[in-house]
């Protein structure tokens, strides 16, 4: 662990260095406690690291996570960056329909609750291309899921590290590009040494700590407005820029196909998320499964709430005040970035000490959440690609590890890369697009692989490509990357989600294909769907489904 005591020193010194450069003077009651909640998350580290001996401990924590425990991690998880940083910062620019956009990230949890968590506990064991192999070919299938995995925890690893760069810039005055780096080194020392027990015990803590918090927050500003919503909401129609409009829908909502088509990427995109599926099997059961999904969607629904309250409020309080903007320019940058509202609204309302710990939680979050991305994206490589299909099974656990280990180092530099080049985004905003992929390269293939008795090998493959393709491709094609990236005048896809487009899309031609397909292969994955809702509906042990020879 001394490599994150070092990496936090040298945090600490350039911050100071760049201080003393630049004539600036450092918080360092915000500092003090930042350094304290992340040396609390290091010892949680180091005390998993103690317990994690295999790789079911390095995955799914032993399967030894409660329901309510599970809960609170499935909503530390959800309340990342995008959720603190990215969506009051969105209600602070856009009003109602940053209001609208963040409730479309609540809808989903139905979904997950009702039609997955059961089934997703009792058919998995360390990763979602458990399900999705059950009964199909296993390699052709794993591979695809790999690949989904891949490209959804990269996008969402890029947000999350745009929001710690920013947050770590405005509290040490370092160089943006230098504290994605620090961040990226010590989240890969939760990942290596705490694997998911650390992770998940981390995201435990962080979200009380979150909650409170932002509750904190919440008295603070409603006590500004004399703990009066209506006074609230006048003030912010009376400071915004846009008027009364900011209460009412705006371009946002003007384009009917754009905001269908980012709705349904938010709906569904939950149920493609690798790091959140891999929550539900960290629980001993299914009933766990389905509870643990309840208490988060709680958890969840109010922090949203509060979110919303922040993103208003801030119009008044930040909004009409020169000393948040870079040179005192009213309506100009804000100091330390556009994702930054909360931070600075936690300053203006409480002080350096209420400063100092949301910035704090907000760091750990983001830490924990990329942990489990991370953690994520490892797993899809080590156990799905390398274990699995290179392997046939016959790795030895150690292999496995060391495997996986490299494979956190290797998307450690991707999400550092990926970090500092969309350094201008609002991460809420590519939150969306992130839902919106995974909603086509990973979520029909999950779903009609637990719920369609004609999917085939062929139908799943051909129709999980054809999501990943087509979502990256028009994401790179929107106005978000093809305009905002690569600074093109016009984009050649013109809507900023892809999902209405390329979900759709998947499901057609994983049903298709699959209708067509008279192989021998399509009869095995036909013949094996019965058996697959008898054990997923009665809840078998793991090992006693290993032992049936589906392929």
């Not at 919503?229 to 006048?234: E, F």
């Not at 371009?251 to 939950?270: D, E, Q, V």
């Not at 019965?530 to 054990?535: L, T, Y």
Request: proline share 2%; aromatic share 12%; net charge positive.
């Amino acid at each position: 662990m001394n490599k994150s005591f070092l990496a936090l020193s040298f945090l600490l010194f350039s911050g100071q260095s760049y201080a003393a450069q630049n004539g600036t003077a450092m918080n360092w009651t915000a500092i003090a406690m930042f350094s304290v909640v992340v040396l609390i998350t290091l010892f949680i580290t180091w005390r998993a690291a103690r317990r994690t001996h295999s790789k079911e401990d390095f995955y799914t924590a032993g399967n030894s996570i409660s329901a309510k425990q599970n809960g609170l991690a499935i909503a530390g998880d959800y309340m990342s960056a995008s959720t603190l940083l990215g969506a009051s910062s969105m209600v602070f620019f856009k009003g109602y329909d940053g209001f609208i956009y963040i409730a479309g990230f609540f809808v989903c949890w139905p979904i997950l609750t009702f039609l997955m968590a059961e089934r997703l506990r009792n058919l998995g064991k360390f990763t979602f291309a458990d399900i999705v192999s059950y009964r199909l070919e296993p390699v052709q299938t794993r591979i695809l899921a790999t690949c989904g995995s891949l490209i959804v925890v990269c996008c969402y690893l890029l947000l999350q590290m745009v929001g710690a760069g920013q947050l770590v810039k405005l509290l040490f005055g370092i160089d943006y590009k230098v504290a994605v780096m620090l961040v990226g080194c010590l989240m890969l020392v939760y990942v290596m040494f705490g694997g998911m027990l650390a992770t998940t015990w981390i995201q435990i803590v962080k979200a009380i700590l979150l909650l409170f918090g932002g509750t904190v927050l919440l008295i603070l500003s409603l006590r500004y407005f004399g703990f009066n919503l209506g006074n609230l909401l006048v003030s912010a129609a009376k400071n915004h820029h846009l008027g009364q409009k900011v209460l009412e829908p705006g371009s946002m909502l003007s384009n009917p196909i754009n905001a269908l088509s980012t709705s349904i990427g938010l709906i569904f995109g939950l149920a493609g998320l690798p790091h959140i599926l891999m929550r539900f099997f960290t629980v001993p059961n299914a009933a766990d499964a389905r509870r643990s999904v309840f208490y988060a969607s709680g958890y969840i629904g109010y922090f949203f709430i509060i979110v919303v309250v922040f993103g208003f409020a801030a119009i008044s309080i930040i909004g009409t005040n020169p000393n948040f903007y870079v040179g005192g320019n009213l309506g100009g940058d804000l100091i330390g970035g556009s994702n930054m509202v909360a931070i600075h609204l936690a300053g203006a309302l409480g002080g350096n000490i209420l400063l100092g710990f949301l910035s704090a939680v907000a760091f750990a979050t983001i830490l924990a959440v990329v942990a489990g991305l991370t953690l994520a994206g490892a797993s899809a490589i080590a156990h799905d690609l390398f274990q699995k299909v290179i392997k046939k099974g016959k790795a030895t656990d150690k292999q496995e590890m060391l495997v996986s280990r490299f494979a956190v180092v290797g998307l450690g530099i991707v999400a550092i890369s990926c970090g500092i080049l969309f350094e201008k985004m609002n991460i809420t905003f590519l939150m969306g697009l992130t839902f919106g992929i995974a909603a086509s390269a990973n979520f029909p293939a999950l779903f009609l692989s637990m719920y369609w008795k004609d999917l085939t090998t062929k139908g799943a493959v051909w129709g999980g490509y054809v999501g990943i393709i087509s979502a990256v491709l028009l994401v790179v094609l929107s106005p978000t990357v093809w305009i905002g990236v690569f600074g093109f005048e016009t984009a050649i896809f013109p809507y900023d989600n892809p999902a209405l487009f390329s979900m759709p899309l998947a499901f057609i031609v994983s049903c298709t294909v699959s209708l067509m397909d008279r192989s021998e292969r399509a009869a095995i994955d036909r013949a094996g769907f019965e058996q697959q809702v008898v054990r997923s509906e009665l809840g078998a042990k793991q090992e006693d489904l290993e032992k049936v020879p589906m392929h």
